[in-house]
């Protein structure tokens, strides 16, 4: 599917002649011919890149990139503002506003196609790179659901909790029941316990499983 592009500017010639050229080297073109009608094309067409230019009624090139760097999603953006004003100061409130490239009138229109490739492809690379640090992120995100316990664990009473901890720092019977002022075969009938509550069947299941879902420290 094409690369979508929003041309605004308030002449018609020049709209136009941007337009067709960009629909000639292969890109789906969007038009409008003022900042405000720009801001809310937008938002429904989500653009992959803007070339504006500046001095346009009811809402100008500057505000119009303000406007659209103020949403999240349209951060990355790429943005081109093409004005005839070439004065150091303007291109420096350009820039300030958040555009990507600052192009004086007139122009070619082989060099703005190239400065929209160039943009373009910088544009996909960072977006590409931002959606695996997304994916790289929820995968994180789901090993650490994984280990959580599981939906079907039946929760440990408090007395179980401390013979867990007992169990995984190596301790027997005898010295566990003397810690907790029990007999050995209450503290069997505790760890015979949870054996059954975590489905294992020996002490070294038993603390690996205590250990993969945050039982113990």
């Given at each position: ?124 690379i960072i977006q590409s790179e ?24 039946e929760p440990l009473s408090n ?59």
């Open positions: 599917m094409p690369l979508t592009i929003l041309v605004v500017d308030d002449d018609l010639g020049t709209r136009l002649s941007i337009s067709d050229y960009l629909e000639l080297s292969g890109y789906s073109v969007i038009a409008a011919d003022d900042g405000e009608q720009a801001l809310a094309m937008v938002e429904r067409y989500q653009p992959d890149l803007i070339v504006t230019d500046i001095v346009m009624p009811r809402m100008n090139g500057y505000e119009l990139v303000r406007r659209v760097r103020q949403q999240p999603k349209f951060r990355l953006l790429p943005v081109i503002l093409l004005t005839a004003r070439t004065r150091t100061q303007e291109r420096i409130l350009g820039y300030q506003s958040g555009c990507d490239l600052y192009l004086p009138k007139p122009f070619e229109l082989e060099e703005l196609a190239a400065a929209i490739h160039n943009l373009l492809e910088r544009s996909q931002y959606r695996m640090q997304q994916s790289e992120d929820s995968q994180q995100q789901n090993n650490y659901t994984s280990t959580k316990k599981p939906e079907f664990f007395r179980e909790q401390q013979v867990l901890k007992l169990i995984s720092e190596g301790l027997s019977n005898v010295e566990m029941g003397d810690k907790l002022h029990l007999s050995p075969r209450t503290i069997e009938k505790y760890v015979s316990s949870l054996f059954r509550k975590t489905s294992t069947s020996n002490r070294a299941q038993l603390v690996r499983f205590a250990i993969k879902y945050g039982l113990v420290e």
